[in-house]
């Protein structure tokens, strides 16, 4: 049983990583193409809120990579 567990856990643990970053590199880049442009503020206020949510993403990935460190 715990085999299974650990290795079921290092699966979801492995998607969670691959998805956090695929999401990074898709708000990354919406955020850089909303700052190429003319300047407006709408504009630099989401692409600054793309900027937060990545390095909320990142946070998450490195808190997954040491849990799949700990497993």
Do not use: N, P
Request: proline letters at 0%; glycine letters at 8%.
């Amino acid at each position: 049983m715990q085999k299974d567990y650990i290795t079921e856990r290092l699966k979801f643990l492995i998607e969670l990583f691959k998805l956090c970053w695929f999401a990074i590199f898709a708000v990354g880049g919406a955020s850089v193409s909303l700052v190429i442009g003319q300047f407006d503020f709408q504009r630099w206020a989401w692409a600054g809120a793309g900027a937060m949510l990545v390095l909320a993403l990142l946070v998450l990935v490195w808190h997954t990579h040491s849990k799949m460190l700990h497993f």
